[in-house]
Every structure is written in structure tokens, then in C-alpha cells.
């Protein structure tokens, strides 16, 4: 009986492992994903909060967003960001990224947000540009 417990763990190890799965690894999502869209938000708001630049910076591109389940869940978001035409100060307005490339001063940056969402947490743990 014992050998039929083990042969059926063997046979779904073998078949995550031949389907491509990482298991604890990040996968490849859509960046359209709803929950993808809000990590970033999450991201934008800290990454403009803390930078020393007077203008906003707005994702000019999102170049991969990857998940990973752990307790919660982490999301790597690339993206590539550039200077909007809006002061921080400013509210209610439509941002737009620059279009001179010298003042735009696009730059590339990869955030992870860890996410507990039945914990209303959400956490800015990596940012690096």
C-alpha cells in the first residue's frame, strides 16, 4: 500500500516538473493581470513618494511581470519609466510621459511587491533602478 502513496508523489513531481513548473519559482504572468496592475500602482506611489525628482514618473512600458506564490504572493514587475509632464504636487491631472527624450530621462526599474490580500498588506520589498 505504502508503495502506491509514493509511486503517485513520484508521478506528480515528475509531472510538474516535466510541465515546465518551477515549483517556489516566479512564473510569467500577464501584465494586463487586474492584481498585476495593482502591485504596480502600489510600486509607482512608493517609487514617486521617494524620489527626489520634482516631476511624477509614469511607466512608459512594461517590459515583464513575473509572480511567485509564497506566503502570499510576490510580483516582479520591469518596467520602464519615464518623466511625466505633472508636478508631484499636482492632482486631478492627466499625466503624460514627456515626448522631448532629454527631459523624459527614461530609465528602467524592477520592483517586487509582497501581497497578503485577506491581510489588506501589501509591501514594497525590493526597488531597484
Known amino acids: 500500500m505504502q508503495w502506491k502513496v509514493v509511486f503517485a508523489f513520484l508521478a506528480a513531481v515528475l509531472a510538474v516538473g516535466f510541465g515546465g513548473l518551477l515549483v517556489g519559482g516566479y512564473r510569467d504572468t ?3 493581470n487586474p492584481e498585476v496592475q495593482s502591485a504596480l500602482n502600489f510600486a509607482m506611489a512608493k517609487h514617486n513618494q ?3 525628482d520634482m516631476y511624477l514618473s ?3 512600458e512594461v517590459v515583464k511581470a513575473e509572480t511567485q506564490v509564497v506566503a502570499g504572493t510576490n510580483y516582479r514587475i520591469t518596467v520602464k519609466l519615464a518623466r511625466s509632464t505633472c508636478r508631484k504636487q499636482s492632482s486631478n ?3 503624460v510621459t514627456q515626448t522631448d527624450p532629454a527631459l523624459a530621462r527614461t530609465y528602467e526599474c524592477t520592483f517586487t511587491v509582497w501581497s497578503r490580500p485577506w491581510m489588506s498588506d501589501i509591501r514594497l520589498t525590493k526597488h531597484q533602478c
Do not use: F, M, R
Open 30 to 32: 500577464d501584465p494586463n
Open 93 to 95: 491631472e492627466v499625466c
Open 58 to 60: 509614469q511607466v512608459a
Open 50 to 52: 521617494d524620489s527626489n
